[in-house]
């Protein structure tokens, strides 16, 4: 890359345009992340605006960035990113956010931002990063940061530095040049194009004189309504055109498309220990991504912070009539009623609509059977009993589940007393040696049809014994008896499931229990069948449903009532690797109200969303894990 600099002595404006010289460009990935760093500290450390300063553009509004430009990073107002920080270090961190916030604003203010004075930079705009091209091989980064200016005078003489003003050089109408310390530690061109209310500085000279000239600017209408709301609202957002990187990086696609499909004609080889249905499960899987990619126009992700916890939106929007919208189309979204059924207090829930194909996709992730490798005959079953399963016509799989395994799952099919026959013959089929629920098998399950009978329904006991020997067979000798205590107190390796057809609202569904003994589990399901002690009984449920789409697939996460299974798997690690840190029980967050974690997603016309909504409280608990980590690590 070549780049003009500015001569050694400022030129008057009147001045004609300096003539550029060659000059060796900056190492983009550390310029990258100082770049990034001068952007945040803008948002937390400028002057307060007025509080009725708007923060969201009209809809309809350009943008002030290039229509073309790859990537684009966008900071919401100073004043509202002040405020929405606060409030969620507040809410988190209650002891520690005054001292951050005080701590923060000093550090900056004595490095990255030591003499620029920040009255030139309007605190209720956005400030946005601009990626235009990442260059033939990625190693070729222009950028430019555009930054809400009060005038182009006053940043000029009052955000520059003393220094960089004194190196201020004419390079054509409207386009400056300076040298500045602030991106990288020895001394850098960048070009200063004035766009009326943005200050555009860049990385090359070329870049700015795109904007100092008339150019199609970013707007709206490129995003459509849903990117364009995400866009708009969060406090920190990213675009990416994705059409636009598609075609610039069509050969490089290409390309790793091919490789891609020279590995999947020997994956039997690459990963023997995939089953079948697995193999051909990724031989589906990897088309669909690059077809979703060809398919693909725009992408932003949007994060959202403050006294309600932390929300990170992805959404994708795709070519209309394409492949991947025509997927989009048949999906459909589980409403929030229908987690709302499931046991409260547990620490674990899924949901998912499987109308669609996507759906049908996520659904075969769980089916976790497979006969063993040396038995014929029950592999040609397993697979004979998982088709009528299909057949069956599988909508809607919910549940909920706890350590040690307890849990229940309901699944909604259209006939569901022919899923049932093929659910249970797909067990019968299965020998010592197979997998099921994920787990290989000691010995054959045991299977007593119409064990119990409750409330009119009928259900078949069985009873799995999972080879707890061939999992930790990988685990040293002298460590093998304290893992399988550990695992002892997850799955039990001796369990029972009970299964069978209920009705509920005149809704006939399938429903698997899994339970110490028949009682427990008997009293799950009357929780599910009265509606008693649910998920829609807790207050908490329904502040998280308000951050979230109105309907959505996916799972939700008790951090609370997860923290003894999160210590299990600490406890795993130590046995690995010694150097973990150790907890103490009574130090974690282990009593209060439910801690919500949600990721769910949802699709709509041609646009594919995916949500993460954190509450306070969850993050409380997960800094509670991250500080002994990450001071070990130091």
Known sequence: MSQASPSSHPVPCSSEPATPVQVEPPKWKACFLRIMCVVFCLSVTAGRAPADSPTVSPPGRDFPYPADAQIVVAIKGIQAI???????????????????????????????????????????ARIYFVIHDFGEEFDDLRWSLLLPTQSYKDFCTSFLTPTEQRTRTKEGPGI????????????????????????????????????????????????????????????????????????????????????????????????????????????????????????SQALVLGLEFGAKGVQLNMHVRFGENTPSSRVLAREKGLPW?????????????????TGGELGRLFAQLTQNFRAAD?????????????EDIEAAGLQMLRGSWSMPLRGLTIARYRDPDKALRAYVKLHKALEAGAHAHGQQLKTRPGIREAAEQHRGFTFTEIRLHFDWEKLL?????????????ILRRMVPERTTMWVGVVEKDKQKELVELWANNWDDARQLLDRFLDGKETLATRPE?????????????????????????????????????????????????????????????????????LQFYCTPEAIAIVSQFLEPLLKSID
């Open 176 to 295: 400056e040049a300076v040298r500045t310390t602030g991106l990288m530690p020895e001394e850098t061109p960048v070009f200063l194009a004035d766009i009326g209310e943005y200050v555009a500085i860049c990385s090359e000279l070329e870049v700015a004189r795109n904007y100092g000239g008339k150019y199609i600017r970013g707007s709206t209408q490129a995003l459509g309504p849903k990117l364009t709301e995400v866009f708009l609202k969060a406090d920190l957002a990213v675009y990416i055109n994705a059409e636009r990187l598609v075609q610039r990086y069509a050969d490089e696609l290409r390309a790793l498309k091919g490789l891609l499909d020279f590995a999947l004609q020997h994956v039997e080889q690459e990963i023997p220990r995939l089953d079948p249905a697995e193999r051909e499960l990724i031989k589906k899987m990897i088309p669909a991504l690059f077809q979703a990619l060809e398919d």
């Open 82 to 124: 002040q405020d929405h920080f606060h409030e969620f270090a507040q809410a988190a961190f209650p002891k520690q956010a005054t001292q951050w916030r005080d701590q923060l604003g000093k550090g900056l203010a004595s490095s990255l931002l030591k003499d620029r004075n920040m009255r030139a930079i309007k605190p209720e």
């Open 473 to 485: 067979e990988d685990i040293d000798a002298d460590q093998q008896e304290t893992a399988r205590d």
């Open 541 to 609: 449920f329904a502040l998280m449903r308000e951050q979230l789409a109105s309907s959505g697939s996916g799972n939700l996460f008790d951090l609370r009532a997860m923290t003894p299974l999160v210590l299990y798997f600490m406890e795993l690690m130590k046995l690995d690797n010694n150097q973990l840190p150790s907890f103490k029980k009574d130090q974690l967050l282990r009593v209060g109200p439910p801690a919500y974690t949600a990721l769910v997603y949802h699709c709509q016309e041609e646009v594919f969303s």
């Open 337 to 353: 009623s229908e987690w709302g059924q499931l046991p409260a207090g547990m620490p674990i829930y899924f949901a998912l609509s």
């Open 374 to 386: 040396d038995d014929l005959p029950g592999q040609r079953l397993v697979k004979m009993h998982q």
